[in-house]
């Protein structure tokens, strides 16, 4: 989700004529809560967040996702406010303010983990295969839920990112070492079974293909949101297929036992079938090969990973809010909690893609001092499109909405179209549970 940082929103001036927030704190507080009515078996997409006015003193935080929102932020006539509680699954959480409110507020949820994204049609069976394809119960839903949250979760982590963008790079040096185990590994997924089914006038953003670069499909994995029907694969018991999915939008479905919580040994089927979604086939290292990156990785940096799939919000996030300049764009951080005193963001990822060109990176001190700043040799990836800087300099995020103690400054060249976007984020290698994620559009809309 996007936003933008009105200019002059940090200004002494303006925040003279907001006592009530100031004396608030940019605090707000949930006072009640509803559980959305939906179908059991309806679909939704996975950043179906919205802030609602519903009256003159009156929000209304709509969750249409599975996703637990700790603490959210949300955005108002240019402040940002932090909102106290969790709002729970495909619930509407209400939030009684003094604020003064018009029908022309604006307002918006600010996203913070905005990556890997998931657009489901609905859970239902195939008509004309229902012993093969029958619809999935409740717990089949759970479970995709389960390994969704968790790969979101994983999706938004800076090192994890980092490493991704490695795998995707060096992916065509090992295809020796991945075709091996491809071999071995493709009759757990019947390829005889894809088809594209393209729907047409569908948000085909960011979608990418085995042929494209290393950044494309980066992209293509952190913010591709194809749009499928679930089904519950269901083959006879010496069938060791653990799913299937169309080449594109169309369908997936995965067998029962392959799934959280008795999958997650070695591979993972459902990311395998959900990269068949993306348009990715078998050839480019994002179907066979990235589906057990994600499980060695969990398994190295966090053991039983997925058996806590609900701890999917970070106990402390930090927001990167990005302004437009005259020639290039700015970055702040914000740390919403203040629980860790001068936490320093060291490890960051800066990427960009299409025809996009980085051309220098800038930090920028509370006293106005520029330095530019050279990723670290080993940490430019992907054309240049892809960069990395481990402990090459550091940020210590201010307060919500004040002045910003240091910013990085982004110049940008090549040229822009409406799928051009920047990536940002940001770790602390002392506070690895610090993290900080962005995506800007910059072409189009802006
Ligand atoms: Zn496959």
Not at 19 to 30: F, P, S, V
Not at 55 to 76: C, E, F, M, W, Y
Not at 125 to 133: F, G, H, Q
Not at 413 to 442: C, R, W
Request: aromatic share 12%; charged share 20%; glycine share 6%.
């Amino acid at each position: 989700m996007l936003f933008l940082v009105l200019s002059g929103c940090y200004g002494e001036d303006d925040k003279s004529h907001h006592n009530i927030e100031e004396k608030n704190n940019y605090i707000l507080q949930l006072s009640s809560s509803e559980v959305q009515i939906r179908e059991p078996n309806a679909g939704y997409s996975l950043n179906d967040v919205d802030i609602i006015k519903k009256g003159n003193d009156l929000l209304v935080i709509a969750n249409g996702t599975p996703r637990i929102l700790s603490n959210p932020l949300v955005k108002i006539e240019g402040f940002i406010y932090k909102v106290l509680g969790e709002v729970q699954p495909f619930s509407n959480a209400f939030i009684e303010t003094d604020i003064i409110l018009s029908d022309e507020s604006e307002m918006a949820f600010i996203e913070e983990q905005p990556f890997f994204n998931v657009k489901i049609t609905e859970f239902k069976e195939d008509v004309n295969k229902p012993l093969e394809w029958p619809k999935p119960s409740s717990f089949n839903i759970e479970q995709y839920n389960n390994e969704i949250l968790a790969i979101k979760s994983l999706s938004n982590d800076t090192r994890f990112v980092r490493h991704l963008a490695n795998y995707i790079h060096d992916y065509d040096k090992k295809r020796d070492i991945v075709s091996l185990y491809k071999n071995n590994y493709l009759p757990n997924c019947s390829s005889a079974e894809h088809r594209t089914v393209d729907i047409k006038g569908d948000n085909l953003n960011f979608k990418s293909k085995d042929t494209d670069t290393t950044v494309n499909k980066l992209f293509s994995y952190l913010l591709h949101a194809p749009s499928a029907i679930y089904h519950m694969y269901a083959p006879s018991p010496d069938n060791n297929i653990v799913g299937k999915a169309t080449i594109g939008n169309g369908w997936l479905g995965m067998k029962e036992r392959a799934m959280y919580p008795y999958g997650y040994r070695g591979f993972n089927g459902f990311l395998h079938e959900k990269m068949h979604n993306h348009g990715f086939n078998h050839s480019g290292g994002m179907t066979s090969g990235l589906d057990q990156v994600i499980p060695k990785y969990y398994e190295n940096n966090w053991d039983n990973y997925f058996d806590h799939t609900f701890q999917v919000n970070r106990s402390y996030p930090i927001l990167i809010s990005s302004k437009s300049d005259n020639n290039g764009f700015v970055f702040e951080f914000f740390d919403k909690n203040q629980t860790i005193t001068n936490v320093e963001l060291n490890e960051f990822i800066i990427a960009v893609n299409q025809n996009v060109e980085i051309l220098k990176v800038v930090l920028i001190d509370d006293s106005n001092n520029k330095k530019v700043i050279a990723p670290n040799d080993s940490g430019i990836i992907g054309d240049s499109k892809i960069l990395f800087f481990n402990g090459a300099f550091s940020v210590i995020p201010s307060k919500l909405n004040e002045k910003a103690l240091s910013k990085l400054y982004l110049e940008l060249g090549g040229t822009y179209n409406d799928k051009s976007g920047i990536i940002v984020m940001a770790t602390s290698t002392k506070h690895p549970e610090v993290q900080a994620a962005i995506f800007k559009l910059i072409g189009g809309e802006g």
